[in-house]
């Protein structure tokens, strides 16, 4: 069945770097766009970055442009978010999503979006000196 499983996310210092991977399994993942979305308290979820099969087009949030970085092995089925200059408005849990088209997530919770593509069980970011 379609796995998604997140890694690397853990605690920084603000300014720090983390790298979240995410291996996906269960599906051809060449031909899905893979996003990172974030959930923090009391927020709706956001789209971190996301990016298109084929010839891998990026699309970044105003908040992480310049900072973040989304890119995908079609080899390894995975896909990562290099996150340099954390903040502490970064913290959230991430979550990798994998779907047809990509997912605009505005005006709801994550949670409330699993059944629109595959999502991974998400990794907490805590930024925090």
């Known amino acids: 069945q379609v796995q998604l499983v997140e890694s690397g996310g853990g605690l920084a210092q603000p300014g720090g770097s983390l790298r979240l991977s995410c291996a996906a399994s269960g599906f051809t993942f060449s031909d899905y766009v893979l996003g990172w979305y974030r959930q923090a308290p009391g927020k709706e979820c956001e789209l971190v970055a996301d990016i298109t099969s084929g010839v891998g087009r990026t699309n970044y949030a105003d908040s992480v442009k310049g900072r973040f970085t989304i890119s995908r092995d079609n080899a390894k089925a995975t896909v990562y978010l290099q996150m340099n200059s954390l903040k502490p408005e970064d913290e959230a849990v991430y979550y990798c999503?994998?779907?047809?088209?990509?997912?605009?997530?505005?005006?709801?919770?994550?949670?409330?979006?699993?059944?629109?593509?595959?999502w991974g069980q998400g990794t907490q970011v805590t930024v925090s000196a």
């Open positions: 999503r994998a779907g047809p088209i990509p997912l605009d997530p505005s005006g709801y919770v994550c949670a409330d979006l699993v059944h629109f593509g595959s």
